[in-house]
């Protein structure tokens, strides 16, 4: 049996080159490919397996739709996954694709190598490399793509050449990637920051000129961080994920244009779609206000920006992101209730909050209720500011 490489493979247009590329310019006899299915339009999973058999791979689809959602997408929720402004839904799928790569090539009789179709100006090298290296170590990993150096028009040249079959052409430039978390919009005029993002390259949300006229009203209901049903119908997390990517989409939530600061240092223009993280990301900020404490606000906000830094950076498993979680997970056990939402022409709204664990008190809040004596302040107003206010007399006295 010749040598075998293991092809991390999208079907799209880096890892379809990728496959001759192997076998010419690297020597490999077998060519093993692998799709993860995190979410992404059937069609392209059916495209993908389409043309890894006309090119004569060994294919395997791996449905990982359940795990995804489970056990990264809810982590993702109940630390409010936000780098920079994005939800972090190509980074929190990277991990999960190289896992199962790596699953598949444990069930092999020899694995020489694996291959990924990642570019040397992006992320996910990082990501990919990091869980493949972590895993199994002593198996080498080759990127075509960043070795050669290739531009996206040589790639088409070179499938072209080859007879390969691909989607791309000159007119449709558009890099996307795709999973339960979001939809991700790269390259063409979009790379001009100036330009305003057309119409055409949205596929999960309506524009708000498009979306319902009239406005929805959502229950969302946690236990523990994590959402469990909508409008009081229990749902398991990827039920609950496509179910919201449907319908906020169809209101026009989640779109975000931002420019976004890589790992390698580049700053770059994105677009995003993202209906249902922004609407569960949204609610569940708005419980943990209405159950935790300033102080453990303030620190979770923090933490929360470190885990997120580490999942942009693809350390999946790094030790920190495991401390960071017993902080986060710890503060969940409290993180049970409802939250209501408007849904509406673009955006979701927060319109009302309830939990067992509400930090809140009506009537010590009220401005119409006697339980809390207002006459016991006068001792603790006095204290207030007591530094400040000999400063304020030193300066009085010394003139700085
Ligand atoms: N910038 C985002 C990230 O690094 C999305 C990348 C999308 N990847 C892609 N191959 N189109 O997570």
Request: net charge negative.
């Amino acid at each position: 049996m010749g040598k075998t490489v293991v092809l991390v493979y999208s079907g799209g247009l880096d890892t379809t080159v990728c496959i001759p590329l192997l076998r010419e310019e690297y020597g490999f006899e077998h060519v093993v490919t692998v799709t993860v299915d995190v979410g992404q339009p059937r069609e392209d999973l059916a495209d993908a397996a389409e043309r890894a058999k006309i090119l004569g791979t060994e294919h395997y689809t791996v449905d990982a739709r359940a795990e995804f959602a489970r056990d990264y997408c809810m982590p993702a929720v109940k630390a409010n996954a936000d780098y920079e402004g994005y939800p972090l839904s190509t980074a929190l799928a990277r991990p999960l694709i190289a896992r199962k790569a790596v699953e598949v090539a444990r069930s092999l009789p020899r694995v020489d190598a694996f291959a990924h179709g990642c570019t040397g100006k992006g992320n996910d090298q990082f990501r990919i490399e990091f869980m493949l290296r972590t895993l199994m170590p002593d198996v080498p990993i080759i990127a075509p793509m960043r070795e050669r150096n290739m531009t996206r028009s040589e790639e088409i040249e070179y499938a072209r050449a080859r007879g390969v079959p691909i989607h791309q052409s000159s007119e449709k430039i558009w890099s996307i990637d795709e999973n339960l978390w979001g939809r991700s919009i790269e390259g063409g005029r979009l790379e001009d920051p100036s330009h305003a993002p057309p119409e055409e390259i949205f596929k999960w949300t309506r524009s708000p000129q498009e979306a319902h006229f009239a406005p929805q009203v959502i229950e969302l209901t946690f236990e523990e961080g994590v959402p469990v049903a909508i409008d009081g119908q229990p749902m398991a997390p990827l039920a609950l994920i496509e179910y919201l990517n449907q319908l906020a989409g169809d209101h026009g939530v989640g779109r975000i244009d931002m420019m976004e600061d890589r790992m390698i240092g580049l700053k770059v223009r994105e677009n995003y779609e993202c209906p249902a993280a922004v609407t569960l990301l949204t609610a569940h900020r708005a419980l943990e206000a209405l159950v935790c404490t300033r102080d453990e606000l303030r620190f979770k906000a923090e933490a929360d920006r470190a885990w997120a830094e580490l999942v942009y950076a693809g350390l999946w498993l790094d030790p920190f992101k495991e401390s960071l979680e017993a902080f986060i997970n710890k503060v969940q056990e409290r993180v049970s209730g409802k939250v209501w939402l408007r849904l509406f022409k673009g955006s979701a709204s927060v319109i009302g909050r309830e939990s067992r664990w509400a930090l809140y008190d009506a009537a010590l809040a009220s401005f119409d209720d006697k339980t809390f004596d207002q006459s016991e302040m006068s001792g603790a107003v006095k204290a207030h500011g007591l530094p400040a206010r000999l400063y304020y007399q030193l300066k009085q006295r010394y003139g700085a």
